[in-house]
């Protein structure tokens, strides 16, 4: 990502199908592991949100040309540590999906890490 912005400086943008894609993981996460799980996978989805906007090319952020020109997946186990010990989720399984210009960080998607991405119309 050869970007001179400072981190800082980028908003966040969540695309309609990525804030339907966090809608969809957390009414599931509720019903397979209770309130509880659902507030411990908000809070993962949430810290690994906060961690690329604050570095879009941290640690845990791929390039994923196969998927599309300037596409970027972070798996939200690269933000697991961040989250309180007794809060962690055991084995995150989404991934976001992104791209990065000068100003903004757009989320095209949240994603199982088992699906097909470019079906999913990233």
Do not use: C, K
């Amino acid at each position: 990502m050869a970007d001179n912005t400072a981190p800082s400086a980028r908003n966040l943008l969540l695309s309609a199908p990525a804030r339907q894609d966090i809608s969809h993981v957390l009414q599931w996460t509720q019903h397979a592991f209770g309130a509880a799980g659902r507030t411990r996978y908000e809070a993962l989805i949430s810290n690994a949100l906060i961690d690329l906007r604050a570095d879009p090319s941290r640690a845990g952020v791929r390039p994923r040309d196969d998927i599309g020109a300037g596409v970027y997946t972070y798996h939200l186990a690269s933000s697991r540590q961040r989250v309180a010990t007794g809060q962690r989720v055991a084995q995150p399984r989404h991934l976001l999906i992104f791209r990065v210009n000068a100003s903004t960080i757009e989320i095209a998607r949240l994603l199982h890490d088992a699906m097909d991405f470019v079906q999913h119309g990233v």
